[in-house]
């Protein structure tokens, strides 16, 4: 898959975003788009990231998750999985917003959107991972509810780069 930025020239900061759930194969290139580009900005891309990124209906949508796509000027701009795991268990992974398009919110309208997602699948529970280098990343969580844990509370499998972990009941 091919990685691809966009200008911050091209892009309107009045036009409004919308979220819509993956379909395409376009949609599925864009999801690994974004998180490609925001990960080896800062990481490495793990076997764990490739796995989820080149398979995310098999990771993903067929145990019951949904990944979700924010869309401004007829351009994917930014992305979030919902990963479910066992009943009223699910996970926040992946999210991503493309640098021409930070600062706008649409990080926050991606989490807040998978958080009422996950309400609407019967979510009780929610897990994250982040790292403390994305400071502005932890910041976001934890206003919308997210608390930290202990490492020893995580229950899913870990990456290198993942050093908060967090959880919020819905």
């Known amino acids: 898959m091919t990685t691809h930025t966009t200008r911050s020239a091209e892009l309107n900061p009045a036009e409004a975003v ?9 949609d599925a290139q864009a999801f690994y788009d974004l998180n490609a580009e925001w990960i080896t900005a800062h990481f490495e ?3 764990n990231d490739l796995e989820l990124l080149n398979n995310p209906h098999r ?3 067929d145990p019951g998750g949904q990944i979700y796509l924010a869309h401004t000027g007829g351009r994917t701009v930014g992305c979030v999985a919902l990963m479910a795991y066992e009943p009223g268990t699910y996970k926040i992974a992946k999210m991503a917003v493309t640098p021409a398009c930070r600062g706008r ?6 989490l807040v959107h998978a958080i009422e997602e996950a309400r609407l699948m019967g979510a009780r529970t929610l897990f994250l991972a982040s790292s403390s280098t994305l400071v502005p990343a932890i910041r976001l969580y934890e206003t919308v509810g997210f608390q930290c844990l202990n490492s020893n509370e995580w229950p899913f499998m870990r990456f290198a780069r993942a050093n908060v972990f967090m959880r919020m009941d819905v």
């Not at 919308?18 to 376009?26: E, H, L, R, S, V």
């Not at 919110?105 to 991606?110: A, C, T």
């Open 105 to 110: 919110g649409i990080g926050r309208q991606l």
């Open 59 to 61: 990771v993903v949508m």
């Open 18 to 26: 919308t979220i819509a759930p993956m379909k395409t194969a376009a």
């Open 45 to 47: 891309l793990e076997p």
